[in-house]
């Protein structure tokens, strides 16, 4: 999947840079690229059940200070 731009006759380098981030943009390499670069590992089961208890924790005492006012925004 290469992307090929040319220089036209009596282009500018300005020009011919800007007609190549367009079309890099437009093929979507640079997201695709961007999402690879920094892959995440699978969590084992027990890490993910721990951390959805972790959250939920959290959650339920950040509900409980709010209804009792003392969170400061």
Do not use: W
């Not at 020009?15 to 670069?37: A, D, H, N, P």
């Amino acid at each position: 999947m290469a992307i090929e731009v040319r220089k036209k006759e009596g282009e500018t380098v300005q020009s011919l840079i800007y007609r190549f981030t367009k079309k890099i943009k437009q093929s979507g390499v640079l997201t695709e690229v961007r999402k690879r670069q920094f892959k995440a590992r699978n969590q084992s089961k027990l890490k993910k059940r721990s951390s959805a208890i972790y959250r939920s924790l959290k959650q339920e005492e950040f509900n409980r200070k709010r209804k009792l006012g003392l969170l400061n925004y």
